[in-house]
């Protein structure tokens, strides 16, 4: 399925999540924290450090802050390159805090994972890369040097070589796995952010489409008593007007254009056919209209559309079928579905309408390639890929994933439950009109009483 033309979806769109606001108060957070690490590690436990070198570096943290929150007044939001040099900044100022106060030593030194961790989760691919290599380096550069910590006994504080040695690799193989594990994570939440507002804004186009609808209808309904009224009082006029040609003509185009507004309404109405508001066809309709409906916009695009009823074409069909409400979430979900079978049939798609007493089924099926059997498990999932087998006949087309999380989510919304599965084309063979699907299939499922015209209407 192809993605609808969504602009706010794009892969770099998150780079501006970053808040300067929060920045600056973990910032000062951070700040607070290694005021007080100092001053316990130096007035409570007596350990010897480098107070001048250490106090600029806690220093520079906070004048940075400050100079943070004088921007933060005029910019709420950073721009991802904004973003990439903040977090480096906070790296380097706690690589170099690390380096005056025993480097791999102090056991602060896996703080060195946060910069990254926020990186990773907020900013590009690119911009991640470039934090966690920048971490890298920094860890590896304590591995090697730093002024070590003395104890009040003159001792200095260091590692045994296994020791850290194994902090270097735990230090290094925890930024890795942290950092992937929250770009994994917050990758899956920003997609499916992304297709559920893709979602909303697909529904709430049907739904206008459907207001308009009635809009029109309603027109029509209580424009035509005043239309018939003034094309028969024209037709007497021109009547009584015989003897007068240019006042007869002036009735006769008022007449004219009284017939031609009643044909515009007529022909906006729902299927040409606009009864009122109050019509009951603006809520349900058989099943094969509200099918016929949301296939429409793809009958034309070369690939033959076979509906069928209870396994007869549809003009051989039971005359009574059940109704279905006219909802657009089912209406747009349907059409997502069946553009989704174009999309990738070779030449017919196949609709097939069921019914019991308790449920309503529609099957939609192609005779393309299918779904790749490692995903039919998986989809319905936003941003998933795409049928691979499809790249060779349709090269830059794009994945079907967003389209099918659409469609399902919202036909789910109305009740329905799907299946996806691939047809077996040795099952299969036949004249086009009685064939079953051999590449992809859906089979939509409702509880009749769910979606179906309450008890009194007609009924199939």
């Not at 730093?146 to 290094?172: F, K, Q, T």
């Amino acid at each position: 399925m192809s993605q609808p033309d969504l602009p706010f979806i794009e892969s770099d769109a998150r780079s501006g999540w970053v808040r300067l606001r929060t920045l600056i108060l973990l910032r000062w957070l951070a700040l607070g924290g290694q005021t007080v690490a100092v001053l316990v590690a130096s007035l409570g436990l007596g350990m010897r450090i480098p107070h001048l070198p250490v106090t600029l570096v806690i220093g520079a943290l906070a004048v940075f802050n400050l100079a943070a929150m004088a921007v933060a007044a005029r910019k709420r939001q950073l721009s991802e390159r904004e973003a990439l040099l903040t977090l480096l900044f906070d790296l380097g100022q706690l690589g170099a805090l690390l380096y005056l106060t025993g480097g791999l030593a102090n056991p602060f030194a896996l703080l060195i994972v946060a910069p990254v961790t926020i990186g990773a989760s907020v900013l590009s691919l690119r911009a991640a890369v470039t934090l966690a290599v920048a971490a890298g380096a920094i860890i590896s550069l304590l591995a090697v040097a730093s002024v070590p910590i003395e104890l009040p006994s003159g001792e200095a504080l260091a590692l045994p070589e296994a020791l850290a040695l194994g902090s270097w690799a735990a230090l290094m193989t925890g930024t890795a796995f942290l950092a992937v594990y929250a770009r994994r994570v917050s990758g899956e939440a920003f997609d499916m952010s992304q297709a559920l507002a893709a979602t909303q804004l697909a529904l709430a186009r049907e739904q206008q489409l459907s207001a308009l609808g009635g809009v029109v209808a309603a027109a029509a309904h209580e424009l035509g008593t005043p239309l018939a009224t003034i094309k028969i009082a024209a037709s007497e006029l021109v009547d009584e007007l015989a003897d007068r040609p240019n006042l007869q003509e002036d009735a006769l185009l008022v007449r004219t254009q009284a017939e031609r507004c009643s044909r515009i309404l007529h022909a906006m109405g729902p299927h040409g056919n606009a009864k009122g508001r109050e019509d009951a066809m603006l809520l349900f309709a058989p099943i094969s209209s509200v099918v016929e409906e949301a296939a429409a916009p793809h009958a034309d695009r070369g690939i033959r559309i076979i509906t069928r009823v209870e396994g007869a074409p549809l003009e051989e069909g039971p005359e009574v079928q059940p109704e279905l409400a006219r909802q657009p979430e089912i209406i747009q979900g349907l059409r997502n579905l069946v553009q989704n079978a174009v999309d990738f049939a070779a030449s017919t798609v196949w609709i097939d309408l069921e019914w019991s007493e308790t449920e309503l089924r529609v099957e939609i099926g192609d005779d393309g390639p299918g779904y790749p059997p490692e995903l039919i498990g998986r989809i319905g999932e936003p941003f998933l890929g795409r049928r691979a087998p499809a790249q060779a006949e349709r090269p830059g087309y794009e994945g079907m994933g967003l389209g099918l999380f659409i469609a399902k989510t919202l036909l789910e919304r109305s009740g329905a439950r799907l299946v996806f599965r691939n047809g077996r084309p040795e099952e299969c063979a036949g004249p086009a009109d009685f064939a079953r699907a051999t590449g992809a299939i859906v089979t939509v499922t409702w509880p009749r009483a769910r979606v179906s015209r309450p008890a009194g209407g007609r009924q199939g």
